[in-house]
């Protein structure tokens, strides 16, 4: 039984002991309630847990890899994920978010009353702005420091690197955002350039790590996601990354619409079902033989193992799932699944609490 979920599986030269993953997650916790929860997933048997949001800058000093408070903390991570058994992914980002925007609303924002998403039109013009106009010696700085952060990553114990190709890679895609008329804009092939240069910048930089690049895909009729790539614009983009260095693709809906479409709730109007973004897997792997991991909404062994043994998929992540049952692979490979704590998709304490600055779980916490 369950096969294919507990087959390992070789990306670029490291092995993963089986197909499930811990989704990039970042939970706003304390960092000593983070590393229990991360204690907890790696106990619970995945393969690969993925570290959301680690900047390549070091504007925030308990995250940043460039800072000693943070790079310790990183290194921990690692050493518990190791202790289990379980490999470790540095998901390297840059935010495209120019917070002066968002300064103003702060107060209104800590209290609860608005959240981020509520001031998504003006981030989003905001975000416009600042890749359009972002200086050519500006780019070549983030981009150097993708390699730079990467080196830090691999020395702190991680075993991967995922380059999160949402946030300024997911703006620099999409000509929602994007409006260069430098050889950063315009055409597919210019606009994948930044996200190109920031994949090869860390391959040069560790060239025996895989990279992982986390592809943000838009779709049209109906419009959901603003940054990231459209179906039509895979064809350039995914052969581009992979001849940069990628070595396996995590594939979701692009951000900067709503959070609620990325992170879907059970009864969303479009993306309800289990396995809701799988679709845009099966475009992705038109252009490439490298492996797919799929995301979103997926929670049962059964409808799981049916993606991975057809083929449409090659791994399969989880985020909510293994928050509402850290257990959940143990239990699959025991034969205990009547015991697992189904995810509801509710979003109730783990996205909305983040948003809301409230504490961080998940109703099934005990
Ligand atoms: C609380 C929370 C925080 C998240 N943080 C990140 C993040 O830091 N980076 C990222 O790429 N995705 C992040 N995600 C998205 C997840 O990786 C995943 O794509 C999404 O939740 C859909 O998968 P799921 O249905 O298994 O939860 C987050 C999701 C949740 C629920």
Known sequence: MYDFIKSPIQIGNLKLKNRIIFAPTTMGLKFEDYKKRIEGIAKGGVSLIIIGDVPVDDK???????????FERYKQLCTIAHKEDCKIAAQLHVSDTDFSVIMPYMNDIKSGKITREDL???????????????????????????????????????DMIQVHGDRMCGSFSSDVFNKR???YGQTPENRARFAVECVKAVRNAVPDTPID????????????GNAGVIIDELAVFVPMLEKAGVDSFHVALANH???????????????????????????????????????GGLTTPEFIEKQLKSG??????????????ANWFNKVVSDDIDSI??????????????????????????
Not at 346 to 355: A, G, H, T
């Open 120 to 158: 998504r039109p003006i981030i989003n013009d905001a975000t416009s702005k600042l890749i359009t106009n972002m200086t050519i010696e500006e780019i070549n700085v983030i981009i150097e420091n993708f390699g730079k952060a990467a080196k830090l990553a691999v020395k702190a114990g991680f």
């Open 213 to 224: 690049y986390k592809l943000p895909v838009r779709q049209e009729n109906p419009h959901y």
């Open 341 to 366: 704590k189904h995810c509801i998709r509710c979003n109730k304490k783990c996205l909305y609490s983040l948003q809301q600055h409230k504490e961080f779980g998940c109703i099934f916490d005990d």
């Open 60 to 70: 925030i000093k308990s995250l940043s890899l460039f800072n000693d408070e943070g």
């Open 257 to 295: 619409s709503k959070l609620q479409d990325t992170i879907p709730i059970k009864n969303h109007d479009y993306f309800g079902n289990e396995g809701c973004f799988l679709k845009y897997c099966d475009e992705v792997s038109k252009y490439t033989d490298k492996p797919i991991c799929g995301v």
């Open 181 to 183: 008329t430098d050889i």
């Open 312 to 325: 449409r998929i090659q791994c399969a992540a989880m985020s909510r799932q293994l928050l509402a049952d």
